[in-house]
């Protein structure tokens, strides 16, 4: 019977289901898909219930990662099949390569050198990176990363030429490593829902509607547009917004329940806005506001006492664009009046909502729900937004209350 706990995904649920599980005296492997550790909250600005950054959570969790001797991480990795039961699961584990070595924390020679440019999967596209890159500011580990794409070309060669002796490795290959664990933590998180795949909403189709994740890549400092929210179509400070609730949230079409942190993302984004520019005026198109909490209560109270920001109760119907001016036309159908309202806008934003990983790509041995969530069971335990959608504090709890049950896991099988 193994001792050790498995947990797959890295981000917030992730990192603090490993470390509960590590310092009550348990070995832990962590199994990540991206190149660093971090997850979602890494690409927040500022997140509840006290509006810090990022940096303020996940440092002190990456500190408790690196001084800990229990816990190993792999990253670039990916679960390929489990078996077995509590007490005893083989886990084989597929690890991408980096082509770089852990010396390689700067890419500047690199990445002069270099002649391409892709799409900046961090910031969702909004600007480019080079195939040698950082993923973000406080990636952990802090190490580059080669795009496989440019592996065995002569680009990737240039790259290699121009950085220091050592640092690229460019026959680096995939390698399988099998895991004997008792107990699996399962945090994989969740995607923004696909906002393209709503028809009537225009993002793709419209220059100047973007989503609030977008949104909220823009307002973080290390963002594409330097913590500055701007139109796509000509960079310039909107005056006036328009949100869009529920899209794609609580719609038997897409997604049939509740994401539970859209309503509060877009009073924080509409602070943002208002913080930005005293004159923006915003839109908030809601079918209703669910603030869960006393402390989320008396944030939506606070936002409702700016008399720039006006909460319009109906259902969006369709979103379009002027071809001249790039301005949003949002139509929506008025709950409270009745008939129609239509508002022009200089940006749309989309509350697009939360899909949880396994909807997109399901780890075989792992049971799911029809909408894509963890079913528990015992030895394998759900935590974060892999169980349900919830916000960080509360995936924090989720994540705790996983260590607690991997660990009674492993005591019952011993």
Not at 104 to 121: K, R
Not at 139 to 153: I, L, M
Not at 281 to 296: S, T
Request: glycine share 10%; charged share 20%; hydrophobic share 40%.
């Amino acid at each position: 019977m193994s001792g050790s706990v498995l947990v797959i995904g890295g981000g917030f649920s992730g990192l603090t289901a490993a470390v509960e599980a590590a310092e009550m005296g348990h070995d832990v492997y962590i199994v990540e898909g991206q190149s660093y550790l971090g997850g979602r909250v890494a690409q927040l600005n500022k997140y509840f219930p006290k509006l810090c950054p990022p940096t303020c959570g996940l440092e002190i969790n990456f500190k408790r990662v690196k001084t800990s001797p229990r816990i190993t991480f792999y990253t670039l990795a990916e679960v390929e099949s489990v078996s077995g039961g509590p007490g005893n699961y083989e886990v084989r584990v597929r690890v991408n390569p980096r082509y770089t070595t852990p010396q390689c924390t700067s890419c500047e020679a690199g990445a002069a050198a270099a002649t391409t440019e892709v799409p900046n999967e961090f910031n969702f596209g909004m600007d480019t990176r080079k195939p040698i890159y950082m993923p973000h500011p406080m990636a952990f580990p802090a190490q580059c990363v080669v795009d496989p794409a440019v592996a065995g070309t002569e680009e990737g060669e240039a790259i290699k030429a121009a950085m220091p002796a050592g640092h690229v490795d460019l026959g680096q290959q995939p390698e399988t490593v099998t895991l004997n664990v008792g107990a699996i933590v399962v945090a994989t998180g969740w995607a923004p829902y696909d906002a393209g795949k709503i028809d009537n909403l225009g993002f793709g189709r419209c220059t100047n509607v973007v989503t609030n994740m977008m949104v909220e890549r823009m307002a973080s400092p290390a963002g594409p547009t330097g913590g500055k929210i701007l139109r796509p179509s000509d960079q310039a400070e909107p005056k006036s917004v328009a949100f869009v609730q529920c899209a794609g949230s609580r719609d038997e079409n897409h997604l049939p329940y509740c994401s539970y942190i859209c309503c509060m993302a877009t009073l924080k984004q509409a602070l943002y806005l208002r913080e930005q520019s005293p004159d923006t005026e915003i839109y908030v198109f809601y079918i209703d506001i669910r603030a869960p909490g006393r402390k989320y209560e008396n944030f939506y109270k606070r936002v409702k006492e700016d008399e720039k920001i006006h909460f319009v109760k109906g259902k969006v119907a369709e979103v379009s664009e002027d071809p001249a001016t790039k301005a949003v036309k949002v139509v929506a159908e008025d709950a409270v009046g009745g008939g129609k309202i239509e508002q022009e806008v200089d940006l749309a934003v989309l509350a697009t909502g939360m899909q949880p990983t396994g909807a997109l790509k399901a780890i075989p041995g792992i049971e799911y729900d029809q909408d894509g969530f963890v079913v528990p069971k015992e030895g394998i335990i759900p935590c974060g937004c892999a169980l349900r959608p919830i916000d960080v504090v509360s995936s924090a709890q989720s994540a705790t209350a996983a260590a607690l049950k991997a660990v009674q896991t492993l005591r019952r099988a011993g």
